[in-house]
C-alpha cells in the first residue's frame, strides 16, 4: 500500500452511506508555510493518499485546494471527486446564524464546491469575531448544541458536504446531540493512540453507528514536554522484533482498532512509511503488551486556551475532555 503509483487504501463505510479513506493526511503545523505545505500534498497525493484533513483554524485550505487543482491539472488524479477532504467549524463560528458562513468560506478557500466531510471541531462557543488560537477564557459563551447541529444539518441539505461530524466529543456530548439529531453525526475525530486508546468512547460509537477517527495518532508533545508514543519503550521492542518504526506500530495498532487515522508529517520518507501498515499484523501478546501502556492525553483542553501570557486551567464542568 502507499507507493508511488498512487495505491489505494482500504475504506470505512459511514452511516452518512458514503466510504472514507482509512488512512488520511492531517494538514495542521505551526508556522505554516503554504508553498512547503503544497509540495507535501502533491507529494501524498503521488504516494497515495486521497483523504486529507484540514480546518479553517489551521490556515492550511488555501493551500490544500491548490494542490489539488495542480493535481488534477498535470493528472495525478482524474478529478476532485477522487479525494475526501474535510474540513472543520472553528468555535467563534459555533453559532447557528454562522455555520453556513463558514463552510462557504471553507470552500471557497479550497476552490471547491462540496465537502466530503464538514466537523464541528470542539463542543466549545466562543465570541464571533478574530480567529485567535489559543482561546481566551473570558471570550467563551454558552454552546447552542442544537441549533449548531440543525445548521450543519442544513450544510448536509444544501448538497455543501456529503457527511456532517463533531470532533472531541465525549459520551456525554454525544448522547445530548443524539436526541434531537435528525442526521446522526458520522464521525467523532479525538485524540488516540496507544498511549491515549479511548477505549469507552471507541466502544460507544461502535454501538452508535459513529466512526472514531483518531488524530495524534503518534502522539505529539506530552505533558512534560516528551512524546508518549514514540518514546514508548514498549512500541520499540515490539518494533524492533517486527523490523518496523514504532510510527508504524502505533498506526497498526489503530488500523486494528477499526478506526480511521489523521496522521502528519510533511517529509516525502514519512509520508511513505506512514502508509506501509496494511499487510502485515499484530500478534495477540504484541496488543496485550501495548493494552499495558500507560495512559497519558497529549492534548488537554487547557491547550487551547490563553489568558495573561500563560495556559489556563478549566473547570471540566466547563468545557469537557476526551474520556480515556
Given at each position: 500500500?502507499?507507493?508511488?503509483?498512487?495505491?489505494?487504501?482500504?475504506?470505512?463505510?459511514?452511516?452518512?452511506?458514503?466510504?472514507?479513506?482509512?488512512?488520511?493526511?492531517?494538514?495542521?503545523?505551526?508556522?505554516?508555510?503554504?508553498?512547503?505545505?503544497?509540495?507535501?500534498?502533491?507529494?501524498?497525493?503521488?504516494?497515495?493518499?486521497?483523504?486529507?484533513?484540514?480546518?479553517?483554524?489551521?490556515?492550511?485550505?488555501?493551500?490544500?485546494?491548490?494542490?489539488?487543482s495542480e493535481a488534477v491539472q498535470t493528472g495525478l488524479i482524474g478529478s476532485r471527486k477522487e479525494l475526501f477532504i474535510t474540513s472543520k467549524?472553528?468555535?467563534?463560528?459555533?453559532?447557528?446564524?454562522?455555520?453556513?458562513?463558514?463552510?462557504?468560506?471553507?470552500?471557497?478557500?479550497?476552490?471547491?464546491?462540496?465537502?466530503?466531510?464538514?466537523?464541528?471541531?470542539?463542543?466549545?462557543?466562543?465570541?464571533?469575531?478574530?480567529?485567535?488560537?489559543?482561546?481566551?477564557?473570558?471570550?467563551?459563551?454558552?454552546?447552542?448544541?442544537?441549533?449548531?447541529?440543525?445548521?450543519?444539518?442544513?450544510?448536509?441539505?444544501?448538497?455543501?458536504?456529503?457527511?456532517?461530524?463533531?470532533?472531541?466529543?465525549?459520551?456525554?456530548?454525544?448522547?445530548?446531540?443524539?436526541?434531537?439529531?435528525?442526521?446522526?453525526?458520522?464521525?467523532?475525530?479525538?485524540?488516540?493512540?496507544?498511549?491515549?486508546?479511548?477505549?469507552?468512547?471507541?466502544?460507544?460509537?461502535?454501538?452508535?453507528?459513529?466512526n472514531l477517527t483518531a488524530y495524534s495518532s503518534l502522539g505529539g508533545k506530552g505533558s512534560m514536554g516528551g512524546n508518549p508514543v514514540l518514546?514508548?519503550?514498549?512500541?520499540?521492542?515490539?518494533?524492533?522484533?517486527?523490523?518496523?518504526?514504532?510510527?508504524?506500530?502505533?498506526?497498526?495498532?489503530?488500523?486494528?482498532?477499526?478506526?480511521?487515522?489523521?496522521?502528519?508529517?510533511?517529509?516525502?520518507?514519512?509520508?511513505?512509511?506512514?502508509?506501509?501498515?496494511?499487510?502485515?499484523?499484530?500478534?495477540?501478546?504484541?496488543?496485550?503488551?501495548?493494552?499495558?501502556?500507560?495512559?497519558?492525553?497529549?492534548?488537554?483542553?487547557?491547550?487551547i486556551l490563553y489568558k495573561e501570557g500563560s495556559f489556563i486551567s478549566v473547570d471540566p464542568q466547563d468545557i469537557e475532555i476526551n474520556e480515556?
Amino acid at each position: 500500500m502507499g507507493s508511488e503509483s498512487g495505491t489505494e487504501f482500504p475504506v470505512l463505510s459511514l452511516n452518512s452511506g458514503h466510504t472514507m479513506p482509512v488512512l488520511g493526511l492531517g494538514t495542521f503545523e505551526f508556522n505554516f508555510r503554504p508553498e512547503k505545505a503544497k509540495l507535501a500534498f502533491l507529494e501524498a497525493i503521488k504516494i497515495g493518499y486521497r483523504h486529507f484533513d484540514s480546518a479553517s483554524l489551521y490556515g492550511s485550505e488555501g493551500a490544500l485546494g491548490e494542490a489539488i487543482s495542480e493535481a488534477v491539472q498535470t493528472g495525478l488524479i482524474g478529478s476532485r471527486k477522487e479525494l475526501f477532504i474535510t474540513s472543520k467549524l472553528w468555535c467563534h463560528d459555533n453559532h447557528p446564524d454562522l455555520v453556513l458562513p463558514a463552510i462557504r468560506s471553507s470552500l471557497r478557500n479550497l476552490k471547491m464546491e462540496y465537502l466530503d466531510l464538514y466537523l464541528v471541531h470542539w463542543p466549545i462557543h466562543a465570541k464571533p469575531g478574530s480567529l485567535l488560537f489559543p482561546m481566551r477564557k473570558e471570550d467563551l459563551i454558552p454552546f447552542d448544541l442544537k441549533g449548531v447541529w440543525k445548521a450543519m444539518e442544513q450544510c448536509q441539505s444544501l448538497g455543501l458536504v456529503k457527511s456532517i461530524g463533531v470532533s472531541n466529543f465525549t459520551t456525554k456530548r454525544l448522547n445530548e446531540m443524539l436526541t434531537f439529531a435528525e442526521i446522526p453525526p458520522s464521525v467523532n475525530q479525538v485524540e488516540m493512540h496507544p498511549a491515549w486508546r479511548q477505549e469507552k468512547l471507541k466502544e460507544y460509537c461502535a454501538i452508535k453507528g459513529i466512526n472514531l477517527t483518531a488524530y495524534s495518532s503518534l502522539g505529539g508533545k506530552g505533558s512534560m514536554g516528551g512524546n508518549p508514543v514514540l518514546a514508548s519503550g514498549v512500541l520499540k521492542e515490539i518494533a524492533d522484533a517486527k523490523g518496523k518504526t514504532v510510527a508504524q506500530i502505533s498506526l497498526r495498532w489503530l488500523y486494528e482498532q477499526g478506526v480511521s487515522i489523521v496522521v502528519k508529517s510533511f517529509s516525502k520518507d514519512r509520508l511513505a512509511e506512514n502508509t506501509e501498515i496494511f499487510d502485515w499484523e499484530l500478534t495477540p501478546d504484541e496488543r496485550q503488551k501495548i493494552n499495558t501502556i500507560p495512559q497519558e492525553k497529549v492534548w488537554p483542553v487547557e491547550d487551547i486556551l490563553y489568558k495573561e501570557g500563560s495556559f489556563i486551567s478549566v473547570d471540566p464542568q466547563d468545557i469537557e475532555i476526551n474520556e480515556a
